[in-house]
């Protein structure tokens, strides 16, 4: 399997070579020249397997220049950091008691080190570029540059602190994350490791960092230290590949639950920011899961939606800070590997169209590549009162707790069911465990929060619902700020060179 570029035409490179540029020279970012396909036996093959053999398994079919062991290694380094025996459990909530054929599986993807569905495929990139640097004999090192809206940058630190040749550094809106997702990055030891705040959003993050990665002088100055740079973001396949595979593991869960049969059809619903995950569940699709329609779920910030709607994406609009901080974007990079695919590979046109969005703010796709979205995409976005009714909901009727990018999910899939009827199995990708967002969720409890601190916070909500503590959580209150640096926008790339040069 080769990589191509979404931007122009470069030379097919492969699997480890992408990993490791993270983005493509010309801008655009590494899809597979064709997406593998997977049959029906091999999705049953699947359902006695653990996750590390699903995931070596899914993996085999677009990193073939790893070896069958050489994934195994991964998988198992990778995932022995989670908390449950499945890595990704299934809650099975029947949401419509009217309708108890309509299961939906709550996929919780936050057993891992930092309680978000990002350690995923972040426990997995270390290893994935650890085995790509001895595949291409890179001497270098290799600095790993994030901009995060908060779950990303701590799955990383946590993924690549004192991974040997690599450097970490990442960058967050000094007021656009959490508390908590703050303090899990500011106290993250390692040597090789820097956090640093951006005065601005998390979409001035993101644009500083491309901008970084496309300046060629930098990456001269870098390349005179012996540095070279990478991504962790969703940008870089190796960090989206690894979550193709909790689509298929989701979907064997159900199975294994007895909540579907063996090919039966299941929607999906995502809560969605970057594109990332949501990108993830359509090559699943694209591969032969039987997925019937993915449900984009958005915040107020609601560029996605419109774009399903009408085809144009415009991201000239207010930008709301919500209780849904991951989901606070208005750029939304992973667009673009999707444009590409639907558009038949179509680099030219896929460059105009970032183009215009980086000079005008905004495009508009034509109406054949906008027909082919509508038959696989339904997108609904979901304000704060609903997200916290949800939330609400949900506890009452089943003592579950969702966080509150969870319960967005819900909420935009309830809008869904009540506008098409469509009652489908459904995959909900529970994104954060609800004790990253406890002001939130208190909230919505109907629960007083005032004069209580974060930690105080996740004490009352665990004496309330005996919901279990993360462990990285409970333990988070004893850890020492390490990292205090802020930074204008303007001032991200001489940082970079700082931290090179170290």
Same mark, same amino acid.
């Given at each position: 399997?080769?990589?191509? $570029? *979404?931007?122009?035409?470069?030379?097919?490179?492969? $699997?480890?070579?992408?990993?490791?540029?993270?983005? /493509?020279?010309?801008?655009?970012?590494?899809?597979?020249?064709?997406?593998?396909?997977?049959?029906?036996?091999?999705?049953?093959?699947?359902?006695?397997?653990?996750?590390?053999?699903?995931?070596?398994?899914?993996?085999?079919?677009?990193?073939?220049?790893?070896?069958?062991?050489?994934?195994?290694?991964?998988?198992?380094?990778?995932? #022995?950091?989670?908390?449950?025996? +499945?890595?990704?459990? @299934?809650?099975?909530?029947?949401?419509?008691?009217?309708?108890?054929?309509?299961?939906?599986?709550?996929?919780?993807?936050?057993?891992?080190?930092? %309680?978000? !569905?990002?350690?995923?495929?972040?426990?997995?990139?270390?290893?994935? +570029?650890?085995?790509?640097?001895?595949?291409?004999?890179?001497?270098?090192?290799?600095?790993?540059?994030?901009?995060? /809206?908060?779950? *990303?940058?701590?799955?990383?630190?946590?993924? !690549?602190?004192?991974?040997?040749?690599?450097?970490?550094?990442?960058?967050?809106?000094?007021?656009?994350?959490?508390?908590?997702?703050?303090?899990?990055?500011?106290?993250?030891?390692?040597?090789?490791? #820097?956090?640093?705040?951006?005065?601005?959003?998390?979409?001035?993050?993101?644009?500083?960092?491309?901008?970084?990665?496309?300046?060629?002088?930098?990456?001269?100055?870098?390349?005179?230290?012996? @540095?070279?740079?990478? %991504?962790?973001?969703?940008?870089?396949?190796?960090?989206?590949?690894?979550?193709? @595979?909790?689509?298929?593991?989701?979907?064997?869960?159900?199975?294994? $639950?007895?909540?579907?049969?063996?090919?039966?059809?299941?929607?999906?619903?995502?809560?969605?920011?970057?594109?990332?995950?949501?990108?993830?569940?359509?090559?699943?699709?694209? +591969?032969?899961?039987?997925?019937?329609?993915?449900?984009?779920?958005?915040?107020?910030?609601?560029?996605?939606?419109?774009? !399903?709607?009408?085809?144009?994406? #415009?991201?000239?609009?207010?930008?709301?800070?919500?209780? *849904?901080?991951?989901?606070?974007?208005?750029?939304?990079?992973?667009?673009?590997?999707?444009?590409?695919?639907? %558009?038949?590979?179509?680099?030219?046109?896929? /460059?105009?169209?970032?183009?215009?969005?980086?000079?005008?703010?905004?495009?508009?796709?034509?109406?054949?590549?906008?027909?082919?979205?509508?038959?696989?995409?339904?997108?609904?976005?979901?304000?704060?009162?609903?997200?916290?009714?949800?939330?609400?909901?949900?506890?009452?009727?089943?003592?579950?707790?969702?966080?509150?990018?969870?319960?967005?999910?819900?909420?935009?899939?309830?809008?869904?069911?009540?506008?098409?009827?469509?009652?489908?199995? @459904?995959?909900?990708? $529970?994104?954060?465990?609800?004790?990253?967002?406890?002001?939130?969720?208190? *909230?919505?409890?109907?629960?007083?929060?005032?004069?209580?601190?974060?930690?105080?916070?996740?004490?009352?909500?665990?004496?309330?619902?005996?919901?279990?503590?993360?462990?990285?959580?409970?333990?988070?209150?004893?850890?020492?700020?390490?990292?205090?640096?802020?930074?204008?926008?303007?001032?991200?790339?001489?940082?970079?060179?700082? !931290?090179?040069?170290?």
């Amino acid at each position: 399997m080769k990589y191509v $570029s *979404t931007r122009s035409k470069i030379a097919p490179i492969s $699997s480890a070579e992408a990993i490791l540029q993270g983005l /493509s020279s010309d801008g655009g970012l590494f899809v597979p020249e064709k997406i593998p396909r997977i049959t029906q036996d091999e999705i049953g093959e699947l359902v006695n397997k653990t996750y590390e053999q699903r995931a070596a398994k899914i993996l085999g079919k677009f990193l073939t220049d790893y070896t069958e062991d050489e994934l195994g290694e991964c998988t198992e380094l990778a995932y #022995n950091w989670f908390d449950v025996p +499945m890595r990704i459990p @299934v809650a099975v909530l029947i949401q419509d008691p009217k309708n108890p054929v309509a299961p939906v599986g709550n996929m919780e993807l936050w057993h891992g080190p930092t %309680s978000a !569905f990002k350690d995923v495929a972040l426990q997995m990139l270390p290893h994935l +570029m650890r085995m790509a640097l001895q595949k291409v004999g890179e001497t270098k090192k290799i600095l790993i540059l994030v901009a995060t /809206s908060g779950d *990303t940058g701590k799955a990383a630190l946590a993924g !690549f602190a004192d991974v040997p040749q690599t450097k970490i550094m990442v960058f967050y809106p000094e007021d656009g994350v959490s508390k908590i997702q703050k303090l899990q990055m500011v106290t993250q030891t390692g040597d090789n490791v #820097n956090v640093t705040a951006v005065k601005g959003n998390f979409d001035d993050a993101q644009t500083g960092v491309k901008k970084i990665f496309g300046d060629k002088k930098i990456r001269e100055e870098l390349d005179k230290l012996g @540095v070279k740079l990478s %991504s962790a973001n969703s940008i870089n396949w190796g960090r989206l590949v690894p979550q193709i @595979v909790y689509y298929f593991s989701g979907y064997v869960e159900l199975i294994r $639950s007895g909540q579907i049969k063996l090919g039966d059809n299941v929607n999906v619903c995502v809560p969605t920011g970057n594109f990332g995950n949501i990108l993830a569940a359509y090559y699943a699709l694209k +591969m032969g899961l039987p997925v019937k329609k993915l449900i984009c779920a958005s915040n107020i910030n609601n560029v996605l939606t419109e774009f !399903f709607a009408t085809g144009t994406y #415009n991201r000239n609009r207010k930008f709301f800070k919500t209780i *849904t901080p991951s989901m606070d974007i208005l750029i939304s990079s992973n667009l673009e590997r999707l444009l590409y695919h639907e %558009s038949g590979g179509d680099f030219k046109q896929v /460059s105009r169209y970032m183009a215009e969005l980086n000079s005008l703010g905004k495009y508009k796709i034509d109406k054949k590549l906008k027909d082919r979205l509508d038959k696989i995409f339904h997108a609904e976005f979901v304000n704060e009162l609903e997200t916290r009714d949800f939330i609400k909901r949900v506890y009452g009727s089943f003592k579950y707790l969702l966080d509150t990018h969870s319960a967005v999910a819900v909420a935009a899939l309830s809008k869904y069911r009540g506008k098409t009827k469509d009652f489908t199995p @459904v995959l909900n990708a $529970s994104t954060a465990s609800p004790y990253k967002f406890t002001n939130a969720v208190l *909230t919505a409890l109907e629960q007083p929060v005032e004069g209580l601190d974060d930690f105080a916070q996740i004490k009352k909500l665990f004496d309330m619902t005996n919901f279990k503590i993360p462990r990285n959580l409970a333990e988070l209150s004893n850890k020492k700020i390490l990292h205090a640096d802020v930074c204008e926008k303007d001032e991200m790339p001489q940082r970079v060179l700082d !931290f090179a040069a170290k």
